[in-house]
T-cell receptor, first 110, second 110 residues
Framework: EDQVTQSPEALRLQEGESSSLNCSYT??????LFWYRQDPGKGPEFLFT???AGEEKEKERLKATLTKKESFLHITAPKPEDSATYLC???????????FGTGTRLKVLA | DTAVSQTPKYLVTQMGNDKSIKCEQN?????MYWYKQDSKKFLKIMFS???????INETVPNRFSPKSPDKAHLNLHINSLELGDSAVYFC?????????FGPGTRLTVL
């Protein structure tokens, strides 16, 4: 069964303290892996798409990487405004469905 | 300009009532979706339409019926509302694989 698991469930960082969020996936076929940011009371906001193992994408303090079994979202020197829930999703090639993980709630303290 | 909009933002209603949520996108995308996000923030796909044609229909009770009058609109009608229907419902659209989400409709069934 297609599955996406994110860890940790919650993460508290001091401002400037770099860390990584993990997204592990088991799918019959991967069309793409996506990272979204969700702020309280708002819809998910698209961040990155990764298509194949070894691919990396960067945007400001965020860098997403992909292997055949997992993806990491690296946050370098985070700021309080990076506080949000980060969602990982996969688009499967078998059923063309989008499957989301349960997210990592990130809190960055000033 | 709002890319994906939903109305209403909040909906409070009694058990047994029928209600609708409307969604519109001005991005020119061909595909639209409905998601349900439960209290644990898990985002699960319900339906997907491509050019007004239903392409994904997850295991959702028959009380939920999507309607797409044109490719810019995807509405969700819910009959005989139950307590377990309380959640945040998100509409999304895509042209490629990246999805763009609306702000969500918080449905509370009393």
């Amino acid at each position: 069964e297609d599955q996406v698991t994110q860890s940790p469930e919650a993460l508290r960082l001091q401002e400037g303290e770099s860390s990584s969020l993990n997204c592990s996936y088991t799918v019959s076929g991967l069309r793409g892996l996506f990272w979204y940011r969700q702020d309280p009371g708002k819809g998910p906001e698209f961040l990155f798409t990764l298509y194949s193992a070894g691919e990396e994408k960067e945007k400001e303090r965020l860098k997403a990487t992909l292997t055949k079994k997992e993806s990491f979202l690296h946050i370098t020197a985070p700021k309080p405004e990076d506080s949000a829930t980060y969602l990982c999703a996969v688009h499967t090639s078998g059923t063309y469905k989008y499957i989301f993980g349960t997210g990592t709630r990130l809190k960055v303290l000033a | 300009d709002t890319a994906v909009s939903q109305t209403p933002k909040y909906l409070v209603t009694q058990m047994g009532n029928d209600k609708s949520i409307k969604c519109e996108q001005n991005l020119g995308h061909d595909t639209m979706y409905w998601y349900k996000q439960d209290s644990k923030k898990f985002l699960k796909i319900m339906f997907s339409y491509n050019n007004k044609e239903l392409i994904i229909n997850e295991t959702v009770p028959n009380r939920f019926s999507p309607k797409s009058p044109d490719k810019a609109h995807l509405n969700l009608h819910i009959n005989s509302l139950e307590l377990g229907d309380s959640a945040v419902y998100f509409c999304a659209s895509s042209q490629g694989q990246e999805q763009f989400f609306g702000p969500g409709t918080r449905l509370t069934v009393l």
